[in-house]
């Protein structure tokens, strides 16, 4: 997952809580698929928990949704597979984004993803900016 959207690289366990977390969601919640209904439901505040695909071509798709997540306040996530997304919410085909609306059972999995993340997402923060910084000195 080396696109320019991706902030942090997720943990292989982590990946996999998630797309069980996101499986029980959709049995016993609600989600909304794809990068238009996602957007739309940060907008509007429903999101409580997003998930996208790190394998998204053209990246465009998906690239406003990490700072809109930021800006309103919601986590997210990444996963390696749109393929794996689309399966892990109970579709056949790939899904480039997931926005969890209603948690039910999956609320205490979704929690202790976010935890996780959290302190992953603020290490590898500070990395790239510095790796950035100089990769940018390297070409003056």
Do not use: W
Not at 38 to 54: C, D
């Amino acid at each position: 997952m080396a696109k320019s959207y991706v902030k942090f690289e997720v943990p292989t366990e982590v990946v996999s809580k998630t797309y069980e977390a996101l499986q029980l969601a959709k049995q016993s919640g609600a989600v909304k698929k794809g990068a238009n209904e996602v957007t739309k439901s940060i907008e509007r505040g429903l999101a409580s928990f997003v998930v996208m695909a790190g394998d998204v071509e053209p990246e465009e798709v998906v690239m406003h949704i990490p700072m809109l997540c930021q800006q309103k306040g919601v986590a997210y996530s990444y996963v390696p597979s749109k393929l794996e997304l689309g399966k892990s919410i109970g579709l056949g085909v790939p899904c480039t984004a997931v926005a969890v609306e209603n948690q039910g059972n999956a609320a205490s999995s979704i929690k202790d993803i976010v935890s996780k993340l959290t302190g992953i997402s603020q290490k590898q923060a500070k990395e790239p900016i510095a790796k950035a910084d100089a990769s940018n000195e390297a070409k003056k």
